[in-house]
């Protein structure tokens, strides 16, 4: 009875994180159609989260010196690296496109496990693959000539890039022997976040007074105060909280599926609200995007029961299977 209604509540919490994630290109692009830098709004948010974050960063402080490299490392990739990319994708393609092209992040974590990790991989995992990309094909209309922006697209596929660093160090954070508490790994990976884009985004050169502007949303103009505190609380902070508390209460691999939906929930509220509509073959390429990063997801191997060596790119030690204690980070979804 217990372990249903959590796994009731653990659906919910995924779903409403999904929801969190996905609303956050939809209410930057506004903030960035208004005047803001791609890197600035992105600087705005990860800044915000950090400063929400640091009661949770003091509390779990010895991760300085327990796993300084997981927390650099979390930092690059799944907060500056996903985050700077997506935010100037949007700038260029359509939210929507953005997203279902950084979702080919799971189909490339497959690329890894076989080729880098050299683990077997299933039969039906590299038939996610292929659907991902037959999708992407859709999406982009290969056969009009690339008719979106190709700088915008080769940002998207780079945050899918940093998107496989977050899930191969997320897997490596998860020794049994020495775990990193998830939100301590979040909080310190905003604040890592911060201080790598404060050096790239250089943030005492924003107009600050947009902030205190209005900005478009479909036609409605909003405070673009209240966009960033959306950005800021619901699609950092609340988003990835939520994440831990479901993936405990599910699994990762559940959970990361569950998120999946994040790019439907984001391309729906950018047609509704923005009015980025797609055509039926970009549709279709969506949903086989969405397909293929489910399959892709839910058939990637387990560790092997054995030992296993360690080296991994925090340089964590060896570990077994039998001891190795789940790292419940949410996917780093924009």
Do not use: N
């Not at 160090?169 to 909080?187: E, M, N, R, T």
């Not at 831990?244 to 984001?266: D, M």
């Not at 387990?302 to 190795?324: C, H």
């Amino acid at each position: 009875m217990h372990a249903s209604q959590g796994r009731s509540a653990g659906l919910g919490l995924a779903l409403g994180s999904a929801f969190a994630f996905g609303g956050s290109g939809v209410a930057a692009k506004p903030l960035i159609e208004a005047g803001l830098d791609p890197l600035h709004v992105v600087w705005l948010r990860v800044a915000g989260s950090a400063l929400v974050m640091l009661p949770v960063a003091w509390r779990h402080r010895d991760l300085v010196l327990r796993r300084p490299a997981l927390l650099v490392g979390f930092g690059l990739l799944a907060v500056a690296g996903v985050q700077a990319c997506y935010f100037a994708a949007i700038s260029r393609i359509p939210v929507g496109v953005a997203l279902l092209v950084e979702y080919l992040g799971p189909a490339l974590l497959l690329g890894w496990v076989r080729f880098v990790q050299r683990r077997p991989v299933t039969r039906a995992a590299a038939v996610g693959v292929v659907l991902a990309v037959g999708g992407l094909a859709c999406v982009v209309e290969v056969w009009a000539g690339l008719s979106f922006d190709a700088f915008g697209l080769m940002l998207a596929l780079g945050a899918a890039c940093c998107q496989v660093g977050y899930f191969v160090l997320a897997d490596q954070g998860s020794d049994g022997d020495d775990p990193a508490d998830p939100l301590g790994v979040i909080a310190y990976g905003l604040l890592i976040g911060t201080v790598v884009l404060t050096v790239v985004a250089r943030p005492w050169g924003m107009d600050w007074s947009l902030l205190g502007g209005s900005a478009d949303l479909g036609g409605t103009q909003l405070p673009a105060a209240l966009l960033l505190g959306w950005v800021v609380l619901i699609a950092t902070v609340v988003a990835y909280v939520t994440g831990v508390v479901s993936v405990r209460k599910l699994s990762p691999q559940v959970a990361g599926v569950v998120a999946c939906l994040e790019a439907v929930i984001a391309t729906v509220l950018a047609w509704v609200l923005l009015r980025e509509h797609l055509s039926a073959p970009q549709i279709f390429g969506g949903a086989m995007v969405l397909m293929g990063a489910f399959i892709a997801q839910s058939q990637a191997p387990k560790a092997p029961s054995g030992p296993v060596a360690g080296g991994g790119p925090e340089g964590g030690p060896a570990e077994s299977a039998g001891s190795r204690a789940e790292l419940s980070v949410p996917q780093a979804a924009p």
